[in-house]
């Protein structure tokens, strides 16, 4: 090595964790009905950081009560009056972004580059979005045009929003989903991921600091039951979810028959596609964002890499020296580029479709790495000689696996790229516009980056086909799942 890096360490002082958190319904921290708790630990030491209250099904109750009760007020509120306080919520969260930035590293184990730099720009960049939203709904172009080419809609908001995110991007979902729904009159009962509860509970804290009215935000901490609990809740008008696709259908299947509205953004097998005429050294930057970012564990992750036949050695050549460079340790050392997985769990997930691989045939590269003695930890892996048949090619591994294939025609990738079940995200990598435009429009992903990956921005919708969901997040559109026009 021609250098080494000194450590970089964020100070852990930043963020205050207490021992123990309470769920937090009608505005105050409580334990939940039948005093259950669970511990929180951090991926990269497997260090418990906080014991937590686990929700049950009274606790979902009491928090839809407590949210249908707040909705009376809160709906009436004159759009610029709600936009007051989702200003001011964007304006804590910016005032508070190095605390927030620390404690989602620590609870999720990404790198506090990401989260300083990507995640919490982006949670703040979301309530001001939707803030200017709040009094401009009567012209967001919903429902019938008149005579007079305005829009007949009256939007109307729904009510109680029912909201379960995963554990990959804890505070960005949470942003997702309560930004749209506050400023369009709903109210909330959230369920943060089991994994991942801190950064929700240090939001309801944000909620009190910005003086929000009690009942309007709840967040319950919890496991899956407590979810189902929610998502089955006669009282909850519309429910938002982003996680697995099994999951996704098991919600569909309680949601059907009733008259909630419903979203879900779930898996995804992305196809990033390198055409022979790609500038090869920012493709292979985009490759390393589209599938490394958050150890992989991202919903559009490019994880599967299409190259033209005619630069494929020269790509990968480009690619394993680029994955040598990469540093993974301390999620909250500034120089770490892959921090841990996010739980034992997930770690054996991954473990096992990378060993499955290998068992059917496909070969396995990872540079020289040295992992930690303890946490969750998996080298930056790639397969080639892969086919659409194997596994790794099919399934979402959800972690940092990247699965090469080739093409020799653009109707060929397209094709491959479109033979999945899955149709969440893809990359498009050429020099012609008119490519990517003719590549772009066959498609059938709901997110095509062209020249670039993993590029988000709050006025830009975001969703799926086919089985990674329905429904938009983000942009104008996301406004009209939380509104009865």
């Known amino acids: 090595m021609a250098f080494e890096y000194a450590p970089a360490p964020e100070s852990r002082a930043v963020v205050d964790i207490a021992p123990s958190y309470g769920l937090f319904i009608d505005g105050e921290f409580t334990e939940a009905a039948d005093g259950k708790v669970f511990k929180t630990v951090s991926p990269s030491t497997e260090e418990v950081l906080s014991e937590v209250a686990q929700a049950g099904e009274a606790d979902v109750d009491r928090a839809v009560r407590a949210a249908r009760k707040a909705f009376a007020t809160w709906s009436a509120l004159p759009g610029s009056e709600r936009a007051k306080y989702l200003f001011r919520i964007a304006r804590i969260i910016q005032e508070r972004s190095r605390e ?8 999720n184990g990404k790198p506090i580059k990401e989260t300083r730099d990507a995640d919490l720009p982006l949670v703040a960049a979301h309530f001001f979005y939707y803030a200017g939203w709040a009094d401009k709904l009567d012209h967001a172009g919903f429902g019938r045009r008149t005579t007079n080419g305005h829009s007949g809609a009256n939007p109307r908001p729904l009510g109680v929003a029912g909201q379960v995110i995963p554990w990959n991007f804890p505070l960005l ?7 749209p729904a506050l400023a369009t009159g709903n109210t909330v009962v959230l369920k943060p991921a089991e994994t991942t509860p801190l950064s929700a509970l240090f939001f309801a804290d944000v909620c009190r600091q910005a003086g929000l009215p009690k009942g309007v935000v709840n967040i319950l901490p919890g496991y899956g039951d407590a979810g189902a609990a929610l998502v089955a809740h006669p009282d909850v008008n519309k429910v938002a979810f982003t996680g697995s696709t099994a999951v996704g259908k098991e919600i569909a299947r309680t949601v059907a028959g009733t008259s909630k509205k419903l979203t879900l953004e779930l898996g995804g097998k992305g196809a990033n596609i390198v055409f022979d005429d790609a500038p090869i050294d920012q493709a292979v930057e985009g490759i390393v964002t589209g599938i490394f970012f958050n150890q992989g564990q991202v919903c559009c992750a490019g994880s599967r890499l299409l190259v033209q036949e005619s630069v494929h050695d020269e790509l990968l050549d480009a690619l394993k020296r680029r994955l040598a460079t990469l540093r993974l340790g301390d999620p909250l050392d500034k120089n770490t580029d892959i921090g841990a997985i996010n739980s034992a769990e997930q770690l054996a997930r991954i473990t096992a479709l990378a060993d499955r691989g290998e068992a059917e045939g496909a070969e396995r590269w990872s540079p020289a790495c040295e992992l930690p003695t303890s946490g969750y930890w ?23 696996v990247l699965s090469v294939l080739t093409f020799r025609t653009p109707d060929e990738a397209v094709a491959k790229a479109n033979n999945t079940q899955y149709g969440l995200s893809a990359g498009i990598w050429t020099e012609k516009g008119s490519r990517i435009l003719a590549v772009a429009g066959k498609l059938r992903a709901g997110v095509i980056w062209s020249n670039t990956f993993n590029k988000f921005d709050p006025t830009s919708p975001f969703g799926g086909y086919k089985e990674s969901g329905f429904g938009r ?7 009209e799942a939380y509104l009865d026009v």
């Not at 927030?100 to 620590?106: F, Q």
């Not at 997040?473 to 406004?479: F, N």
Request: proline letters at 4%; zero cysteines.
């Open 100 to 107: 927030l930035a620390v404690l989602e590293t620590l609870d």
């Open 173 to 179: 979902m949470l942003a997702w989903k309560i930004a």
């Open 378 to 400: 998996f080298a930056p892996t790639l397969f080639t000689n892969v086919t659409q048949a194997h596994t790794i090619a099919r399934d979402e591994i959800f972690g940092p």
């Open 473 to 479: 997040e983000g942009g104008r559109h996301g406004l």
